[in-house]
């Protein structure tokens, strides 16, 4: 059951609304105050005009827009409690919706971070995280340094969220899993170059961890009248598609998955309860399955060791062939 997408929830459902918000063009800081005024809009409009959706998810870059020209501009970021994000959350509080919301952080001790907050439907805080990896060389975003959290949110739901590039590395939204997350949530500000790797990367991330994903990018032109996708998709625990968007520009599209049935098929699948199977291999041999790390690439990463058998031919190490300076700290061990 789908309920009409939210039309009618089905008992125990969460109704989402994914926005494919245009691609903001900002010059100056005025232009924050006003696409985030917009967006805020967007949130009580959702509400109002679909009463059943519990939360509005807008992408990456939302805010900030997509000219990498601003980027690094101080008066072009936000604060994690500043006058974009206030907008928000009042939004939030006063339509009574959760949201899920982008902004490039301005971070005194280095690089910008790219992050993303969660709000309840009381104006408050429920997330806070930072991309953990920034989309290289052509991002100039420090690396997040939080982990991946995860926290309570509506219908029995367990919320993580993950962004863009993020979704490209399975160890994420196994992570976000592996925390407790039913839920995944990942924005993005995509074109369509990566339209397939996309889609294919939001049904693997709820298929091996049997978890639902909800993901949605930017739509429309930048200044350059390059094409973001779009392409709001919503995946069931196994992979299959169950709400798929388009290219158009500011659409909702709306959403619902019953968390509990996440729940269900982690306590009770058999083969392909693949989360809980990676740590007992061959239980049905083996008392309770191997439960050994038998992967080198992640005794090298816990050892700070990590090493590619090409590694010194890798082209792209740093940012300056993407136009970006020398990076200003030394790459941690």
């Known amino acids: 059951m789908t309920g009409l997408d939210g039309l009618n929830p089905t008992p125990g459902a969460l109704v989402l609304g ?42 990456e870059y939302s805010i900030n827009g997509l000219d990498p020209d601003t980027w690094l501009d101080d008066s072009l970021l936000c604060d994690r409690n500043g006058p974009e994000m206030t907008l928000l ?20 001790g280095g690089a910008p971070w790219n992050s993303g907050i969660i709000i309840d439907d009381h104006g408050e805080e429920r997330l806070y995280y930072r991309k953990m990896h920034p989309w290289v060389p052509a991002e100039p975003w420090a690396p997040g340094d939080l982990g991946v959290p995860v926290c309570d949110g509506p219908s029995g739901s367990r919320l993580a969220l993950i962004i863009c590039h993020d979704g490209m590395l399975p160890e ?33 991330n709820a298929f091996h961890n049997l978890a639902y994903t909800a993901s949605v990018a930017l739509a429309g032109p930048d200044q350059n009248n390059i094409w973001s996708q779009g392409e709001a998709m919503v995946c069931d625990v196994d992979g299959t598609i169950l709400v798929s968007g388009d290219g158009t520009p500011d659409r909702i599209v709306t959403a619902e998955v019953v968390p509990s049935r996440a729940d269900e098929a982690r306590r009770t699948w058999g083969v392909e309860n693949n989360i809980y199977q990676l740590g007992h291999r061959g239980y049905t041999a083996v008392t309770g399955g191997a439960q050994d790390c038998p992967y080198t690439f992640m005794q090298d990463l816990v050892a700070g060791t990590y090493r590619l058998p090409w590694e010194d031919e890798v082209r792209h190490v740093d940012g300056t062939g993407a136009g970006w300076g020398a990076p200003e700290t030394v790459r941690a061990k």
């Open 172 to 204: 994420m939204a196994r992570e976000a899993a592996y925390k407790g997350a039913n839920v995944i949530l990942r924005t993005a500000g995509y074109t369509y170059p990566i339209q397939h790797s996309w889609r294919i990367t939001n049904q693997t």
């Open 18 to 59: 994914l926005v494919q918000a245009r691609v903001p063009v900002i010059k100056e800081p005025g232009d924050l105050k006003s696409t985030a005024e917009r967006l805020a809009g967007m949130v009580v409009g959702a509400k109002k005009g679909m009463p059943s959706i519990d939360l509005v998810v807008m992408p």
């Open 89 to 108: 959350a009042d939004a939030c509080r006063d339509a009574g919706v959760w949201g899920c919301f982008s902004i490039m952080e301005r971070n005194r």
